[in-house]
Each structure stands twice: as structure tokens, then as C-alpha cells.
């Protein structure tokens, strides 16, 4: 089966978040300011909710039935676009979605957007049979483990793990290469730890797994 890992970069809602906190006469800077701070007086962190999360870019590693293995960043000015792509190509390998913490993030995030903006979730993405958490098959409670740390912990290279404020700041200051780089960074690192995890586990040969690595 194919298998098909990605990973997400969000920013704030801008517009929701401005309605729902009566913050119409701010700027995005300034909404995403407020935000932050009163998500952090309410729960101690600034990471919003889900549904005020907006997709800029989905960072791919897609290997299909034949090994071959591709990556893309799926970036676009329009979420809809990105979402219906990426549906698209769900639906064409039919794979399974690997994702690091995805039952908490991911598939929150795109169910909410997919409705936000009238989207037909692909019927192979909703099936949750075909996902696969790799933080949660290698822990025993719900805590997340940083993706970075394991990265460190087998030897790739991590990037430093980016806030949602410092995300923010980025998109604001229109250094877009700089947040799918990361991106692509994150989707590339869950393969690896992903191969890694199969050939501990008897799914796959050692000679499989340097090729595949």
C-alpha cells in the first residue's frame, strides 16, 4: 500500500478571530497579537484552538505501491485549493497517512477548514482506519512528544520547532520560503522516523530500509 506522510503550517484565522473578539479595527499584526495573548491568558499557551487555524501549506512525502517516492508542498494563496489538491491525491493512491501527532492537530485543523470553506473531504480521508499517529504507536499516554527531539535522538537534521507566534511572524513578514522549508523539513524527518519505527518493529527488512532511507 502506498503510504503518505504530511505535515501542516497554520497561521492564526485572522478574519474569525477578529469577529470573535470584537477586534475589527486591528491589523493582522495586531489581531494575531491579541490572539496569542488571550489564548495564553485562558489556557496558559498560545496555541489557538483548531478551528482558528488557517492552512497555508501541506509538506508531503508520498511513496507508492511501486517504491517510488515523491515530495511536494502543496502552497497556494487560496486554502481551498490547497485542501481539494490534496484531497485529490488522497484519493488517487488511497495510501496511509502518516502523521506525528495528526489525531490531535491534523486532521482537527482540516476537518474544520474542509467545512470553513465548503470542501469535499476525499471518503479515503475519513475513513480512520488509514491514518496512522506515530507519536501515539510509540507512547503509552497522551503526551506529544517533540518531533525534533526524536529527530535529534536517530541522528537527522531538525530544525528548531517554530511557535505559533514565531509562524505568525514569518507570514506577516512575507518569508513564506522560510515556513515551507520547515515544513517540508518536518515531513521529510516523520518519513525517516517512520522507516525507522518499521524496521524496529519486523515491517520491513533491514536492506529495505537503506534503500528506502
Same mark, same amino acid.
Given at each position: 500500500?502506498?503510504?503518505?506522510?504530511?505535515?501542516?503550517?497554520?497561521?492564526?484565522?485572522?478574519?474569525?478571530?477578529?469577529?470573535?473578539?470584537?477586534?475589527?479595527?486591528?491589523?493582522?499584526?495586531?489581531?494575531?497579537?491579541?490572539?496569542?495573548?488571550?489564548?495564553?491568558?485562558?489556557?496558559?499557551?498560545? #496555541?489557538?484552538?483548531?478551528?482558528?487555524?488557517?492552512? +497555508? =501549506? %501541506?509538506?508531503?512525502? /508520498?511513496?507508492? $505501491? &511501486?517504491? !517510488?517516492?515523491?515530495?511536494?508542498?502543496?502552497?497556494?494563496?487560496?486554502?481551498?485549493?490547497?485542501?481539494?489538491?490534496?484531497?485529490?491525491?488522497?484519493?488517487?493512491?488511497?495510501?496511509?497517512?502518516?502523521?506525528?501527532?495528526?489525531?490531535?492537530?491534523?486532521?482537527?485543523?482540516?476537518?474544520?477548514?474542509?467545512?470553513?470553506?465548503?470542501?469535499?473531504?476525499?471518503?479515503?480521508?475519513?475513513?480512520?482506519?488509514?491514518?496512522?499517529?506515530?507519536?501515539?504507536?510509540?507512547?503509552? #499516554?497522551?503526551?506529544?512528544?517533540?518531533?525534533?527531539? +526524536? =529527530? %535529534?535522538?536517530?541522528? /537527522?537534521?531538525? $530544525? &528548531?520547532? !517554530?511557535?505559533?507566534?514565531?509562524?505568525?511572524?514569518?507570514?506577516?513578514?512575507?518569508?513564506?520560503?522560510?515556513?515551507?522549508?520547515?515544513?517540508?523539513?518536518?515531513?521529510?524527518?516523520?518519513?525517516?522516523?517512520?522507516?525507522?519505527?518499521?524496521?524496529?518493529?519486523?515491517?520491513?527488512?533491514?536492506?529495505?530500509?537503506?534503500?528506502?532511507?
Amino acid at each position: 500500500m502506498s503510504t503518505l506522510i504530511y505535515s501542516l503550517i497554520t497561521i492564526p484565522d485572522f478574519a474569525t478571530g477578529a469577529k470573535l473578539h470584537n477586534l475589527r479595527s486591528l491589523d493582522n499584526s495586531g489581531t494575531a497579537k491579541a490572539l496569542f495573548h488571550l489564548q495564553a491568558q485562558k489556557t496558559g499557551n498560545e #496555541s489557538l484552538p483548531s478551528y482558528l487555524q488557517h492552512i +497555508i =501549506a %501541506i509538506s508531503i512525502v /508520498l511513496s507508492d $505501491q &511501486e517504491g !517510488k517516492i515523491q515530495t511536494l508542498t502543496l502552497k497556494d494563496d487560496q486554502e481551498v485549493d490547497i485542501l481539494n489538491t490534496f484531497f485529490d491525491i488522497v484519493e488517487n493512491y488511497q495510501p496511509t497517512l502518516i502523521t506525528w501527532d495528526g489525531e490531535y492537530f491534523n486532521s482537527e485543523v482540516i476537518n474544520y477548514r474542509s467545512i470553513k470553506q465548503a470542501v469535499k473531504i476525499s471518503p479515503h480521508y475519513e475513513n480512520k482506519t488509514h491514518h496512522f499517529n506515530l507519536n501515539n504507536a510509540m507512547v503509552f #499516554s497522551s503526551a506529544i512528544t517533540p518531533l525534533e527531539d +526524536i =529527530a %535529534i535522538l536517530l541522528g /537527522l537534521e531538525a $530544525q &528548531e520547532n !517554530k511557535s505559533s507566534r514565531v509562524i505568525c511572524e514569518h507570514y506577516l513578514a512575507k518569508e513564506y520560503d522560510t515556513l515551507y522549508d520547515y515544513n517540508e523539513s518536518n515531513a521529510l524527518n516523520i518519513y525517516q522516523i517512520y522507516l525507522r519505527y518499521q524496521l524496529s518493529h519486523g515491517v520491513m527488512l533491514k536492506k529495505a530500509y537503506l534503500c528506502e532511507g
